[in-house]
């Protein structure tokens, strides 16, 4: 009996895995801290001020006063992971349709949940995912391409004051060999997750720079089509109301990131 599991297993190891040894890969869930809005499961020891924690809670406020957005208490799950290969295990059991990512930030209609596991880049990944989290209990239904961006600000360590030097190099880059020119209208056109480049998170997180660290104007311009879609659950396109404004909004930002 046990030659003949054996031999099921090994004739189909990854295709199926095997349906007598495998085991299910759950959450981790021995501890829970919570801290405001964020309840953090693991399955070791998390000190209840890591630093790291510390962080999280404080960006709850610099979103909120970035943004000019209410605070929410509805709860944002955080499932740690203690090792890539567990979290991988998991995904691969239970969301076997999710591209390779390193962390994940999944809504339903009743949770606000984040995966991730304790790695070298675990302090990135948790700002960016848990910035989800904090975006979609303040403001429902937000496009793609400024859910991304603004996730994409607010993964840089607070010191740093949203500039994202990787980006900001991609697109310095890009613009020096002639290959990018900002085009809103076309991030605005995505939506699906898995059809954005690491261009398009780049030139999103552009655009949310140039937005909140050029002109009060500007900022005031992202802060009232927030609120008008948190209040209403639609708003215009924020490339008609930009351009409609600075017909070279494109150009502006080149000569943003570049004076960066
Ligand atoms: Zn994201």
Redesign the pocket.
Known sequence: MRAWKLLICLAVPLLAGCLFTRKVVTLPASNALVRDQLVIHSDFRLPRHHRLVDELVARRNDVVERLRLPVSDEPIHVYLFDTPERFQAFVAQHHPDFPDRRAF?LESDTRLDVYAYWGDRVAEDLR??V??GYLHTMVPHLPLWL??GL??YF?VPRSEGGLNAPHRTMLVQAVHERNWQPDLPRLERLTA?FEMTQQD?AESWAWVHLLLDSTPQRRELLQNHLARIRMTGTALPLSQVLLAAEPQAAQHLIAHLQAL
């Open positions: 930030f960016h995912e910035t989800h859910d991304e996730a994409e993964e997750p998170y």
